[in-house]
């Protein structure tokens, strides 16, 4: 495992919110953080994966941001570097939202994308 304070994603404060929220409604306490990778599939190529985790795996990269634990697979790391964590609850919908500077393309629903 390896700590650091590097911006490898950063949470917004919406999205902090909304996490905790959710985190509550699921019944987690607060030693969970979230777990954030990137796996093959969608419409784009890739796509990210958001779940609630409170271990720590070999290789892991463990960022503390806005006061939410952030765990990073090794093979994830790459595609996730710089990228924000944000929560819209726009006209278009609402929903968890990954501000990716790696990202060449999208598709429209931003669930997924190219590198």
């Known amino acids: 495992m390896s700590t650091t304070t590097q911006p490898i994603?950063?949470?917004?404060?919406?999205?902090?919110?909304?996490?905790s929220n959710l985190r509550k409604e699921e019944g987690h306490d607060e030693t969970f953080g979230i777990r954030v990778e990137v796996k093959g599939g969608g419409c784009s190529?890739?796509?990210?994966?958001l779940t609630?985790?409170?271990?720590?795996?070999?290789g892991d990269h463990v960022v503390d941001d806005n006061g939410v634990r952030v765990y990073v697979?090794?093979?994830s790391l790459l595609y996730l570097i710089g990228t924000q964590?944000?929560?819209?609850d726009g006209l278009n919908g609402n929903g968890f939202v990954f501000n990716n500077p790696n990202a060449s393309r999208t598709c429209a629903?931003?669930?997924s994308f190219a590198v």
């Open 9 to 19: 994603v950063t949470v917004s404060d919406k999205a902090r919110e909304h996490l």
């Open 45 to 49: 190529g890739l796509s990210y994966d």
């Open 52 to 58: 609630f985790d409170n271990q720590e795996k070999p």
């Open 73 to 75: 697979g090794a093979k």
């Open 85 to 88: 964590l944000d929560f819209t």
């Open 109 to 111: 629903c931003g669930e």
